[in-house]
C-alpha cells in the first residue's frame, strides 16, 4: 500500500483533483500510465470513503460548541468538489458550517491567498475578524499575510481549545 500511494496514487496526483481535476480524467490517466495496477486505481477512487481513518472527535465537539454558542463559522479546504460532497454524507458536520470554499470547485488551492480573499470577500467577512486553523504552516501563514489570525495545529499536542480561548472564543 506505502509503495502505491508513493509511486501510483502520489499527493502530487490527488493534489489535481483537489485544484479541480475530474476524477474520472484523473483515473484514466494512471490507468495509462500503470495499467498492471488499473483496479487498485479504480478502487482508490470508488472505494475513497473506506481510505478516511476518521475525525478528531475532541475538535468536532469543539466546533459544535461554537455552533452552539451562535458562533459563525467558515472553512477553506484544500477538496475535490466531489469527494467533499461525499465527505459531508460521511460526516454530518462538515455540512454545517456558514460558508465553504472547496478548492476543487473554485480551482485554487491553499495556500494561494486568493483562496482566502475569495473566502472573504464571498461572505462579507473582515479578515481581522477572522480565525483560521489548519495543520499546514504554509496556509497558517498566508493566513496571517491576508490579515487573518491563525492558530498552527499540526497534532494533537496543540489544545485547541485553549488557544480558541485567548481569542475570547466561548469554549
Request: hydrophobic share 40%; net charge negative.
Amino acid at each position: 500500500m506505502e509503495w502505491f500511494l508513493g509511486h501510483v496514487c502520489t499527493p502530487a496526483w490527488n493534489v489535481e483533483q483537489d485544484r479541480g481535476r475530474d476524477w474520472d480524467e484523473a483515473v484514466a490517466l494512471l490507468v495509462n500510465e500503470h495499467p498492471r495496477h488499473e483496479s487498485a486505481i479504480r478502487a482508490f477512487h470508488e472505494r475513497w470513503p473506506e481510505t478516511i481513518s476518521g475525525t478528531y472527535e475532541q475538535n468536532v465537539a469543539l466546533l459544535l460548541r461554537l455552533r452552539g454558542a451562535g458562533v459563525p463559522n467558515y472553512s477553506i479546504t484544500n477538496f475535490s468538489g466531489p469527494k467533499f460532497s461525499l465527505a459531508k454524507e460521511l460526516f454530518p458536520f462538515l455540512a454545517g458550517f456558514d460558508g465553504v470554499i472547496v478548492s476543487g470547485d473554485e480551482r485554487l488551492l491553499k495556500p494561494d491567498p486568493a483562496i482566502y480573499h475569495l473566502l472573504v470577500d464571498r461572505y462579507g467577512l473582515d479578515a481581522a475578524d477572522c480565525v483560521f486553523i489548519d495543520d499546514s504552516r504554509a496556509n497558517v501563514e498566508t493566513a496571517r499575510a491576508v490579515g487573518m489570525h491563525a492558530i498552527h495545529y499540526p497534532d494533537e499536542q496543540v489544545d485547541l481549545a485553549v488557544e480558541l480561548r485567548r481569542y475570547g472564543f466561548p469554549v
